[in-house]
């Protein structure tokens, strides 16, 4: 499936409004790790309260013991930080990385606006070094925007 057709297939999820937020996420999760080789492991985080960090969302993948990452901590805390997309060819060169498996050799975090606020971000492992394009980049921005339009303000926060 292409990513045109991916845009599709996340628009339709969206719109489902008979179904969750956290259903709407799963499904969303579902979706790009089932179709995109070489996304291992797919999730959401959203910022704690009003708390310094961040809680793990629904995700699709191994399990994680990391359902709580503080601001500044690992590839997510620093985007929590920086407002900015972090792409990692390859995990061993970061110093900053926080490791969830052995299998993972790259990741790419793209964080969620609401309001110009960061609420939160999609969080994905790949087991290949080097994966992630610019086509990546641009295609999970397009989710995140999509994503923000369906996190109630008042209950975005974890």
Known sequence: MSLQELKLEIRSIVAQDNKSVDKRLLLICELLEKHIPYYNWVGFYFKNGDRDELKLGPYVGAPTDHTIIPFGKGICGQVAVSNQNFVVPDVKSQD????????????????????????????IDSNTINPFTEEDERFLEYVCKKVGKIIPVDTYIY
């Open 96 to 123: 900053n990385y926080i490791a969830c498996s052995i299998t993972v050799k790259a990741e790419i975090v793209v964080p969620i606006f609401i309001d110009g606020e960061n609420i939160g971000q999609i969080d």
